[in-house]
């Protein structure tokens, strides 16, 4: 029965298909694909099957109906919660009252039928449900299986490809599965008859007659079989001829069902992949010869993927894709090892290094330690002793402007294939990684890879039709409604023919009148903004499945919704609609470009509009050129901005708008009035960190001043590549933007060279993380399986960690006394790091135990056991922890050395220099500093600030009579000039530069002396961005320290110069 009526045949299906017929708890099916929906529909097929939704508004009268007269139900679509109206059901709470059985549903009595069966299916991938649902049903997950998926693409290729074949094939299971049932039933029948058979049963003719006929059929039945048997096999040889195409292809299926677990919105069902499946059969090029044909096929279906899944992801997981299908049919064939392949992406884990780095002058300790753990890879042995022995040859690999793409020193070059190259580009140069990424696809699968294709709106809507919604996912700054009206407008389904509603309050209701009077007449409806109506969503769902069905639907009908990535919206929707993405170019020349080419600037009249025309040009281009630059700095991360922040074309426009009436009403240009309401207003409103409103402004200065308008060749760079062009015609200054570099340079956004090297890293640390998003959770390697390697690892954090402070014995060594306010941050900062400890402890104490099966591994274990594996700190300890964005090595390296710091303060006195980066909270720390002073010489706090002096190197470390000597500290940005003891450019490729002792001198804010300087902030973590905490302060900056300078303060602040607590290694 299961093989006939199974949608897939696999073991794995047939298993579940056995448990859902046999199981007393009602089945509840974990469904991604539609299998199980699709098998109960057949099965029960023949009993009236009712099919049910938990938004039907009658869904409990026909529940109690079919309850009643015994027909079976399907309740599809169900979420993570149940409706209580269903718990008698699900428990089974039926009793006799006379002769009949009953159930109450909700207040109604109902006669509960025997023959009632009660079907339940989920469209979740991964749903969380709670004990108290999962004890009262038969939970089982019947998403598709690999070999389960191949059989049905071998059998819809083969039914393409040979028919008869096919056909036969069919017929052959479903003669099988009949002579199989007819052997049960003589074989019943015969245990029928000799079970009441009296006395001796050769005296009894009826069953000498019914054993003998039995004999005679069981005989025919079984020659029958070994016939079919024998075609079968015959049938299977010619059918596995092309099982290739059905292994790659099912690979293919599973690289693009993991993509939502990077984005929501990646969503794609089963039926979209058969139907572009067989319209791969019927398009790619013909041939007689297999091998042939199986090529074409594999490469028409695997491009078709391509394309329709590209269209619908963001840019910044379009190279992902590329790389994971390449990796993914790699894979299939053997290629690629996983041990390997877990490497590139993680580097591997470890919690220290016990080799010395060879080379610390030009090669980062973090490079040095993945060199020595990828020596533990089998196609690595030996790799870090040859390093070390070749290190002048790897120098020049490392200094090399295209590392991937120079020879590497031999044994290597010749023994590494191209993943193993990447594994050493990811070591050596990891902002080198993306473009090796770019290599390894093209060689492997072609240029098209790397070549997504454009956005195409005419030739998306073909793929349409009228009951498959089309979606546009947004992102920040893409609207894509001007390019849908014109659209339709060129479709003719303008003016009345094309409606379109914003969602919002209220407005779901008017959107689905709409929808119905769109579908008899087949105009177009726009829902705009999906996102801001999630409580309506659910409607939408149902008005997709029950009210758009071909029967009833206009074929010119189309309904398009908008919307940005939400986990609300209904996944049956993605599956089903055409999904694309529109975002906004990028790069400097094509955002100027946008400006220019887009209304208000486009249009003549208005252009030419301004009584100063020469100074109102060139203002108005440097307004463009300070939105495209302040847009484009966000590639950089906190170089660029603290935070990343949403400027739109509205910034823009109302700035254009308010420049030109200034211009008009005023004699001369008003420069505080324009930089005021920009900067401070229309910009600025966005703006949430001082840091970044700083930034904003000094940007904006550079553009807003009298320089711009007077001088005609007033340079944007220091290059003088980029200008603000002299006065001209408005086709002069498109031509000019046109003429501009495609990718600029660093020195346009005012950072420096080294800024391109932070972009790559964090673009790469971007694209691993994704991809591991998207892998399965455990893995072995090197013999070991995931279990073991976690429980070996905490057993070696925990040798690693100290016992507790004993917080009351150090209270009584260092009490709370009035001139010394570092024994109370002492002790604050033992009571925070042992709450710290006992998390970590206790957490790796019962993963141990967990996966000893000793105790229950609960969610928060598991994603400590999954943090664990792939090197990152789990969130459990995050919580508790002081910010970091270190790998769990460097993690617990950096905890045990701030617990020996304090150890040493408490065994020895306070220290004479401290690591101000060993402070849990630093603000406490500098507050003491203050206190002392403020408290010794008898000045109010409040009137108490730190002036900075920076020691030089190898100076006496001697304890201050004011103030504290403090270590730690890194800048980013710029570096520290030993000897002109100022603020001085990056070394090339030296992106943090390890800064000398500080001496924090607090004063009488009077009496501070006024310098050269610049105003460097102090930030935790490279991230920099943070939160206000309940102490008022930030969770990520410290504190400004004013470092002298012999360059304006404009400089370094356009740099994104700041000094760091930690790296992130």
């Not at 003719?205 to 070994?226: A, D, P, W, Y």
């Not at 402004?697 to 009298?706: A, V």
């Not at 990152?872 to 050395?897: H, I, Q, R």
């Not at 306070?910 to 849990?920: D, L, R, T």
Request: aromatic share 10%.
């Amino acid at each position: 029965m299961f093989e006939s009526d199974s949608i897939v045949f696999c073991s794995f299906s047939i298993d579940n298909a056995i448990i859902v017929t046999n199981a007393h708890r009602w089945p509840l099916m974990i469904d991604p694909q539609g299998q199980a929906n699709k098998w109960v529909k057949k099965l029960e097929k023949p009993n009236s099957l009712q099919v049910i939704k938990l938004t039907d508004p009658n869904y409990a009268r026909t529940l109690e109906n079919s309850i009643q007269f015994g027909t079976p139900v399907l309740l599809e679509n169900v979420g993570e919660e149940l409706d209580p109206l269903l718990e008698p059901l699900l428990m089974r709470q039926t009793f006799r009252q006379g002769a009949s059985e009953y159930i109450k549903l909700g207040e109604n009595l109902i006669e509960y039928s025997e023959d009632f069966r009660f079907y339940m299916t989920t469209r979740l991938r991964n749903p969380h449900y709670l004990p108290e649902v999962s004890v009262k049903v038969t939970l089982l997950n019947f998403m598709i299986t690999p070999v389960g998926l191949e059989d049905q693409l071998l059998g819809i290729v083969v039914a393409k490809e040979k028919p008869a074949l096919e056909t036969q094939k069919n017929e052959l299971i479903v003669e099988s599965a009949m002579n199989k049932k007819q052997l049960k039933e003589i074989e019943d029948k015969i245990l029928a008859v000799l079970s009441s058979s009296q006395g001796n049963i050769l005296e009894d003719e009826t069953g000498i007659q019914v054993l003998s006929n039995s004999k005679r059929l069981s005989e025919e039945i079984s020659t029958k079989q070994e016939v079919a048997s024998k075609t079968e096999d015959e049938i299977d040889h010619t059918r596995n001829g092309y099982k290739p195409v059905a292994e790659h292809s099912a690979v293919l299926f599973f690289a693009i069902t993991d993509l939502a677990n990077l984005d929501p919105m990646y969503q794609y069902s089963l039926s979209w992949f058969v139907n572009l499946y067989v319209q791969s059969i019927a398009g790619s090029q013909k041939s007689e010869v297999l091998t042939e044909r199986i090529a074409s096929l594999n490469d028409h279906f695997t491009e078709s993927i391509y394309r329709n899944v590209c269209r619908s992801l963001f840019e910044k997981d379009k190279l992902l894709f590329s790389f994971l299908l390449t990796v993914g049919i790699l894979k299939s064939r053997g290629k690629v090892d996983e041990e390997e392949w877990r490497f590139l992406l993680t580097g591997g884990v470890a919690l220290d290094n016990p080799h010395p780095n060879p080379a610390p002058d030009w090669l980062s300790d973090k490079s040095w330690a993945e060199i020595v753990r990828c020596s533990d890879l089998k196609s690595f042995h030996h790799f870090m002793d040859d390093f070390k022995g070749l290190l002048p040859q790897w120098k020049a690999v490392y200094d090399d402007a295209n590392p991937q793409l120079v020879k590497i020193p031999e044994p290597w070059q010749s023994k590494l294939n191209r993943l193993q190259r990447l594994i050493v580009v990811r070591c050596l140069r990891p902002d080198k990684v993306i473009p090796a990424v770019q290599d390894f696809i093209v060689d492997n699968m072609g240029l098209s890879y790397i070549q997504p294709p454009t956005f195409d709106l005419p030739g998306t809507f073909l793929d349409s039709n009228c009951c498959s919604p089309l979606i546009f996912v947004l992102s920040p700054g893409a609207d894509p409604m001007a390019g849908l009206l014109k659209f339709a407008e060129d479709r003719g389904m303008d003016g009345d023919r094309c409606q379109t509603i914003s969602l919002g309050q209220g407005q779901g209701p008017i959107a689905a009148l709409m929808i119905d009077k769109a579908i008899e007449e087949g105009s177009w409806v726009v829902l705009q903004n999906c996102h801001l109506a999630t409580s309506w969503l659910g409607q939408l769902q149902r008005i997709c499945e029950e009210v758009i069905v071909p029967e009833k639907t206009h074929q010119d009908f189309r309904l398009w919704l908008t919307s940005y990535p939400s986990p609300h919206f209904p996944v049956l929707i993605l599956q089903n609609g055409v999904k694309m993405t529109n975002e906004p170019p990028k790069g400097l020349r094509a955002n100027l470009l946008r400006s220019y080419l887009n209304d208000p600037i486009s249009d003549y009249g208005f252009f030419h509009s301004c009584n100063k025309p020469k100074k109102w040009k060139k203002l108005l281009f440097g307004l463009c050129f300070f939105h495209a630059l302040i847009q484009e700095r966000l590639q950089f991360g906190a170089l660029g901005w603290n935070i990343p922040y949403e400027f739109n074309e509205s910034d823009l426009r109302i700035s254009v708008k308010q420049l030109q009436v200034f211009l008009n009403d005023y004699k001369e240009v008003p420069f505080d009035a324009i930089s005021y309401l920009t900067g401070e207003c229309n910009y600025g409103g966005r703006v949430t960190d001082d840091q970044d409103r700083r930034l904003l402004l000094s940007l904006l200065s550079r553009f807003y001043c009298p320089g711009i308008v007077c001088a005609d060749d007033y340079h944007l760079s220091p290059s003088g590549i980029y200008y603000a062009p002299t006065d001209g015609k408005y086709e002069n200054y498109v031509d000019y933007i046109r003429s501009l570099p495609l990718t600029p340079q660093p020195e346009v956004f005012g950072l420096h060279d080294n800024a391109d090297i932070t972009k790559d890293q964090k673009e790469t640390q971007q694209l691993f993380d994704g991809i591991l998003l998207t892998l399965p959770k455990q893995t072995s390697g090197g013999g070991k399986s995931s279990q073991e390697i976690i429980h070996d690892l905490a057993t070696d954090v925990l040798a690693k960690l100290p016992p507790n402070f004993k917080v009351e014995t150090v209270q009584t060594r260092f009490p709370v006394r009035y001139e010394e306010s570092m024994n109370t941050v002492l002790i604050q900062e033992l009571i925070r790091f042992n709450r710290l400890l006992l998390v970590v402890r206790s957490s790796l104490q019962n993963i141990q135990k967990a996966i000893k099966g000793l105790v229950v591994m609960s969610a928060e274990l598991e994603d400590v056991f999954h943090s664990m594996l792939v090197g990152k700190v789990p969130s459990l300890w995050a919580a508790k922890s002081y910010p970091s964005l270190k790998p769990l090595g460097g993690y617990v390296t950096d905890l045990v050395s701030r617990l020996s710091f304090f150890q040493c303060w408490i065994k020895n006195g306070p220290p004479k220099v401290f690591w101000i980066s060993g402070f849990y909270f630093t603000q406490s720390f500098l507050t003491g500093a203050l206190q002392n002073f403020a408290r010794k010489y008898k000045i109010p706090i409040d009137q108490v600030n730190f002036q900075f002096d920076v020691l030089d190197e190898g100076v006496g470390e001697q304890q201050p009579d004011d103030g504290v000597l403090v270590r730690g500290l890194f800048m980013e940005g710029a570096r520290w000039d030993r000897d002109k003891r100022v603020i001085g450019e990056s070394q090339p490729k030296m992106l943090y530069d390890p800064v000398p002792v500080i001496w924090l001198q607090p004063e009488e804010r009077d009496k501070i002396k006024l310098r050269e300087t610049y105003a460097c902030p102090v930030y935790k973590t490279s991230a920099r961005r943070g939160v206000l905490s309940t102490t008022g302060h930030s969770t990520n900056y410290v504190l400004s320290m004013n470092l002298p300078s012999d360059k304006p303060e404009n400089h370094w602040i356009d740099r994104g110069v700041a000094l760091l607590c930690q790296l992130d290694d």
